[in-house]
Structures are given as C-alpha cells and as structure tokens.
C-alpha cells in the first residue's frame, strides 16, 4: 500500500513569489492535513481537509491556503513568500478526522526562501 | 489553553539507559494523546498513544505515563538504544470534529553506544 506522496521534496523560491505543494493521501483517506515544521517550533497545524471541506484552520496568515479534491489529494499554497516561510510543511492523512486518529505522514517538501 | 508544553528540548541517554521526555497540556477536554517518533529526513510516525481512562499503557520498550490531575503525560524509553535516536513529539486533542491535534514542540533524543 502506498504511502503519503509529497511533491516536490525541495524547492527554492525567493521572496515575494508564491509555490504550490501536493499531496497524494494513502488510498481510502479522507482526511488531509498540513504542517509547517521548524527548529524549535515543532509541527505547527496549517489546517486540515475532509471531503474537500476545511474542518479546521491554524493561526497563520491568509497567505496560507489550501485545497482538497475529489480523490482526496490536496494542494496548499503560500503567496507572497517570506524568509520566515522556509521549512519542512508536512502533509498527513487519516481515515478519520485527524484529531482522534493515527496520522500518516508524508516524507515532506522543504522550502527554502531567499 | 491549546498548548502542549514538552521537554526536554535534547536528551542524550547511554545506551541501556532509561529515555523520558514530558509533556503537559492545558486544555481539560483533551482525550486523545499520542507520540510520535521521526528520524532524519522522514515524516513523524505514530509511536504509542493513550487515552485519559488509563494511567499508563506499555508497549515493548515504550511506556506511556499518564497523569489527569496534573495534566501531564510522558514517554518512557526502557533500555535505550542506538536506533531511538530521533525526534519525539507528544501531540494531544479533543476526538470530534472541530478539534485539531496539537503537537508539542519537540525532544531530540541521542543515544549513545
């Protein structure tokens, strides 16, 4: 069984621009969240999708967006990019809402700003 | 009141040692806690996880511990070993459809021959 697919697994973007990430859940996951992992902030929760609906949101700026399609794949996007927004976001996906499941996590895509 | 609060930041342990990493949360409707292990270049994994209707629950060398009335919840690491040696969160939540899971900030354990 396939795992979480993240695309691309690095990438380097300067400022003021703005990037796409994917992610491609296990089959049969509904539920697809985001986060931002940085040295000495652990995961920070971006948000989370379920049935191409927004269950939940983090406290990040409206720059942080994101998507759930029909076959459960999702896409978050940053605008505008900042130095801060370098670090590893992680995708994960869960049968179930992620709050009381196991999440299944993605390898990860690092962004790196300049 | 959504915060979980961990530490150590680093650990290092001698091989056969014991590991243990603490973790305390605020929020009193939490009833979900789970760990999580990542090693470099690698996406975290579910370790072990427990719920508030016991105290500790053990699996291998892994224990977590679980205090209610204190609001804190560890990871034990009986006889430590080289290949433990990575990032454990502790991560908490409410199950239902609003809540989402709230990850501690982090303990990179190093373990040492």
């Known amino acids: 069984k396939a795992g979480v697919t993240q695309t691309p697994r690095y990438l380097i973007k300067t400022r003021g621009q703005q990037v796409t990430l994917s992610c491609s859940p296990i089959?049969?996951?509904?539920?697809v969240s985001w986060y931002q992992q940085t040295p000495g902030q652990g995961l920070q929760f971006l948000f989370e999708y379920f049935s191409e609906t927004q269950r939940n949101k983090g406290n990040f700026p409206g720059r942080f967006s994101g998507r759930q399609f029909s076959n459960s794949r999702s896409e978050m996007n940053v605008s505008t990019l900042e130095l801060g927004d370098s670090a590893l976001y992680l995708c994960?996906?869960?049968?179930?809402?992620?709050?009381?499941?196991?999440?299944?996590f993605g390898e990860g895509s690092r962004l790196t700003v300049l | 009141q959504q915060q979980v609060k961990q530490s150590p930041q680093s650990l290092i342990v001698q091989k056969g040692g014991i590991s243990i990493i603490n973790c305390a949360y605020e929020n009193t409707a939490f009833d979900y806690f789970p760990w999580y292990q990542q090693f470099p270049g690698k996406g975290p994994a579910l370790l072990i996880a427990?719920?508030?209707?016991?105290s500790e629950k053990k699996e291998g060398r892994f224990t977590i511990s679980f205090n209610k009335s204190a609001k804190q919840f560890s990871l034990h690491i009986m006889d430590s070993q080289p290949g433990d040696s990575a990032t454990y969160f502790c991560a908490a939540s409410k199950e239902g459809n609003t809540d989402k899971l709230i990850f501690g900030t982090g303990t990179r354990l190093q373990v040492f021959p």
């Open positions: 427990i719920r508030p209707d016991v």
């Open positions: 089959s049969g996951h509904r539920s």
């Open positions: 994960a996906s869960s049968l179930q809402l992620a709050s009381g499941g196991e999440l299944f």
